[in-house]
């Protein structure tokens, strides 16, 4: 079965600098995909950026990246130059490859890391 | 604009009752998702569907039941075997094909059980 860590339930940055959320993950499946995503108090899901299994270079959208070690089965998110309004919970997801009933597709969570910015 | 909307935002309701969460697509995605939070808990897979007429049980199933008979459309319905229904609801639909494609999301429904 499936495994997504975040160890972090939260974290304070100051605003303008970076930030890094942990994310491990556990499969015995070679190909899969990562996603984050952020989540603000109002609550709608914002996907930030995904990252495969096979791909050669790590993702980069934006001010956000993701330090991919797939050797050590860490897809952290780096989120570069800190504002204000990155403050929200975020989350770590991967999608599952068992195939119980032609090609099924879920996404599973990690509980997520609550990100404070400070003026 | 396309989008998912899920209604109502709030929902409150007394124990014993069965209760229907509504979300409609129109994104033309053919696979549909129901997710519950909690606090703390993440999300968490409670019923998924990958065509009309067909979906899965999740990781939480029991307690809810779904229906998808259009494209659109796939309601959830909380009823009353559900032991601990207060929380946050969250719909979700998916292109079909591409595995990176992400999960688009509704704003979600908060339901409170009194």
């Known amino acids: 079965a499936q495994k997504i860590t975040q160890t972090q339930p939260g974290m304070f940055v100051q605003e303008k600098e970076a930030v890094t959320l942990d994310c491990t993950y556990d499969t015995s499946d070679p190909s899969y995909g990562l996603f984050w995503y952020k989540q603000p108090s109002s609550g709608e899901m914002i996907f930030l950026i995904y990252q495969g299994s096979y791909d050669q270079q790590n993702a980069t959208e934006g001010r956000y990246s993701l330090n991919f070690q797939k050797a050590r089965k860490s897809a952290n998110l780096v989120i570069s130059a800190s504002q204000l309004g990155d403050s929200a919970m975020y989350f770590c997801?991967?999608?599952?490859?068992?195939?119980?009933?032609?090609?099924?597709?879920?996404?599973?969570f990690g509980k997520g890391t609550l990100l404070t910015v400070n003026p | 604009d396309g989008g998912i909307t899920q209604s109502p935002k709030y929902l409150f309701r007394k124990e014993g009752q069965n209760v229907t969460l509504s979300c409609e697509q129109n994104?033309?995605?053919?696979?549909m998702y129901w997710y519950r939070q909690d606090p703390g808990q993440g999300l968490r897979l409670i019923y998924y569907?990958?065509?009309?007429?067909?979906?899965q049980k999740g990781d939480i199933a029991e307690g809810y039941s779904v229906s998808r008979e259009k494209k659109e459309s796939f309601p959830l319905t909380v009823t009353s075997a559900q032991k601990n229904p207060t929380a946050f609801y969250l719909c979700?639909?998916?292109?079909?094909?591409?595995?990176?494609?992400?999960?688009?999301f509704g704003n979600g429904t908060r339901l409170t059980v009194t």
């Open positions: 997801a991967m999608w599952d490859t068992r195939i119980t009933r032609g090609s099924n597709y879920k996404l599973t």
């Open positions: 979700a639909s998916r292109p079909d094909g591409k595995y990176n494609s992400p999960l688009h």
């Open positions: 569907s990958q065509i009309v007429n067909d979906f």
């Open positions: 994104l033309n995605h053919d696979a």
